[in-house]
């Protein structure tokens, strides 16, 4: 798996309920592959969670889009989910305070459900949608 394979990955096990939900059955059913790439990337999924960087090198669409997820995660409690998984996985390093610069980057999610989207449970709630 190469660095954008892998942070393809991080996106999806951060933001993306569904992608989550498989990776994490496959690694209690002993399936998935590639443990090591996986905990890595489990680590970057929880860093994308983090404080948003004031880097000048970080795009403006990237960024925004990157915020945009960060908040629609909340409504699926990703951040805890994605903790658990580090935790299953033995993931025991440090979690950088902010999101690393070279992380930032404009990446679409598969779509979400058969629409694209999850439509919320609550009147008023924000609309999860997998592209922006």
């Known amino acids: 798996m190469n660095v954008r394979e892998k942070l393809q990955l991080a996106y999806e096990l951060a933001f993306h309920p569904a992608r989550l939900n498989e990776i994490w059955n496959g690694v209690e059913q002993g399936t998935a592959h590639d443990l090591a790439a996986l905990r890595e990337a489990a680590d970057w999924a929880a860093a994308l969670h983090q404080r948003l960087p004031e ?3 970080v795009s403006a669409r990237a960024l925004k889009r990157l ?3 960060q908040a629609n995660a909340r409504l699926f409690r990703m951040v805890t989910a994605v903790n658990r998984l580090r935790e ?3 993931n025991r390093s440090a979690v950088p305070p902010e999101v690393p610069a070279w ?3 404009d990446i679409a999610l598969p779509p979400l459900g058969p629409a694209g989207r999850v439509t919320p449970s609550r009147p008023g709630e924000v609309e999860f949608t997998a592209q922006h």
Do not use: E, T
Request: glycine share 16%; hydrophobic share 50%.
């Open 55 to 57: 880097a000048p090198d």
């Open 67 to 69: 915020a945009g997820y």
């Open 88 to 90: 299953v996985l033995g």
């Open 103 to 105: 992380m930032v980057r």
